[in-house]
């Protein structure tokens, strides 16, 4: 089955500096890419995500890149503020067939953004 | 916006009793999933569910694990026989259709303390 790797497992950045989470994944029938914001206590919520038929997908301050052939996706946050600190998690899926569209995560990564 | 509505937000239980969780998947989605997070750990699948029938469920989801639709609204998963390692918040989630990513949501959670 799938398997997802997320590094760092925790980030500290100072407010208005960039945040780069990276992920990698194993099953190369995966072919959709979320990533959930998850705040303390609370469920996990899309903030953005990415298909194989795209490279680079950007949606205000966040983007996601994602390298098909070596099998990994990244999530940049640009101009952090303080209200980005949380916990976020990169998924997979292949989306296809009878998966159901089971989403396998990773183990996450605390973002703190010190003002 | 449509939410996924999950009951109680939080269940403490006896080493041994038997729980039920509730869920309020959207009107219109027609797959269903419940997932579950030990704290400070990844969000792991549990099972998947369509047209009244399991369609994939993970190693986790042993014969202590059930899920049912008994009705047009709501979806259950029932363990039979809590152990202190079921402690976890358990999410459910529901998705439109098999490969409509925006319709794949979250609820708030149920946390379940086992003692």
């Known amino acids: 089955g799938e398997n997802v790797e997320q590094h760092p497992s925790t980030l500290s950045v100072q407010e208005g500096d960039s945040a780069v989470i990276k992920c990698t994944y194993s099953?190369?029938?995966?072919?959709?890419f979320p990533w959930y914001k998850q705040e303390l206590g609370k469920r996990p919520q899309l903030i953005i995500d990415?298909?194989?038929?795209?490279g680079e997908k950007k949606d205000q301050r966040i983007a996601v890149t994602l390298n098909k052939t070596a099998k990994h996706f990244s999530l940049h946050i640009t101009e952090t503020q303080p209200e980005d600190s949380a916990v976020y998690f990169c998924?997979?899926?292949?989306?296809?067939?009878?998966?159901?569209?089971?989403?396998?995560f990773g183990k996450g990564t605390l973002l703190t953004v010190n003002p | 916006e449509p939410e996924v509505t999950q009951t109680p937000s939080h269940q403490v239980t006896q080493m041994g009793q038997e729980v039920i969780l509730r869920c309020v998947p959207i009107?219109?989605?027609?797959?269903f999933y419940w997932y579950r997070q030990i704290l400070g750990q990844k969000v792991e699948f549990l099972v998947s569910f369509y047209n009244n029938e399991i369609s994939e469920k993970s190693e986790i989801f042993d014969d202590q694990f059930s899920v049912e639709r008994p009705d047009g609204s709501n979806f259950t998963l029932k363990i039979r026989s809590t152990k202190l390692e079921d402690s976890a918040m358990y999410f459910c989630?529901?998705?439109?259709?098999?490969?409509?990513?925006?319709?794949?949501?979250f609820g708030s959670g149920t946390r379940l303390t086992v003692v």
């Open positions: 998924a997979a899926t292949p989306n296809s067939g009878g998966s159901n569209y089971k989403l396998t």
């Open positions: 990415i298909r194989s038929n795209v």
């Open positions: 989630a529901s998705s439109e259709t098999q490969g409509k990513a925006h319709g794949y949501t």
């Open positions: 009107s219109n989605h027609l797959y």
């Open positions: 099953d190369s029938a995966s072919n959709y």
